[in-house]
């Protein structure tokens, strides 16, 4: 298994500016992913961030708004660029170890 | 892309009654299917897990059945606990080991 941590837990931002999402990882792994998950909603995946590669988005998501850092293999950061309400959600990432896939706690973000 | 879906956003049982949350998925290809439940400021947590060369896979308490032929799969969960309390998600993997989650059904145990 392995334990995930997520800084900051939660954080209120005001429109227009940037936080960074910290996931670190007990063990070293080669994937991790960042989801996003919408109040009362289920989880969508934001982007893949396999370290040594760039970040592969997933449909709806672009780098310029969510850039990923993957610089080593226990640690990633996702950052929220130029917030908005609607950015308003539970950022989590989770990392691949054989077949299963773990989860950090989550960041509850909230934009004012 | 994939879909995964839940019949009912709700499910409320007794304690020590059984409980059974359905999910359907779209894309017959899916090899690979797995059940999470997520307590309140929690991140999913793995519960199990099936491949589709298996019909059923049991674990503690716990059991997944898969029906290739309606793409339907089931989450039961024997002698509820209020520590049961939770939504419950099953999910897809996809071809980049990434998951596609399905709605979530929200299981409420009555004390």
């Known amino acids: 298994s392995a334990v995930i941590s997520q800084k900051p837990s939660r954080d209120i931002c005001q429109r227009g500016t940037s936080l960074t999402i910290q996931c670190q990882v007990d063990s070293q792994v080669t994937m991790m992913f960042w989801y996003r998950q919408q109040p009362g909603q289920s989880l969508t995946l934001i982007a893949t961030a396999n370290q040594g590669s760039e970040a592969t988005y997933e449909s709806g998501f672009v780098i310029d708004k969510f850039p990923i850092s993957r610089p080593n293999l226990t640690f990633s950061t996702l950052t929220v660029s130029n917030m908005s309400p609607e950015d308003s959600s539970i950022y989590l990432c989770?990392?691949?170890?054989?077949?299963?896939?773990?989860f950090g706690p989550g960041t509850r973000l909230t934009v004012t | 892309g994939e879909s995964v879906g839940l019949h009912l956003p709700t499910l409320s049982v007794q304690e020590g009654d059984n409980s059974i949350i359905n999910c359907a998925y779209s894309n017959s290809a899916s090899d690979y299917f797995i059940w999470y439940k997520q307590e309140s400021g929690k991140g999913p947590q793995f519960i199990i897990d099936?491949?589709?060369?298996?019909d059923k896979r049991q674990g503690q308490r716990v059991t997944v059945l898969l029906n290739k032929t309606v793409k339907h799969l089931s989450l039961q969960i024997a002698a509820t606990q209020p520590g049961d309390s939770a939504v419950y998600f099953c999910?897809?993997?996809?071809?980049?080991?990434?998951?596609?989650f399905g709605t979530g059904t929200r299981l409420t145990v009555i004390p």
């Open positions: 999910a897809e993997k996809g071809g980049a080991n990434n998951l596609f």
């Open positions: 989770s990392v691949g170890l054989a077949a299963e896939q773990y």
């Open positions: 099936i491949r589709s060369n298996m």
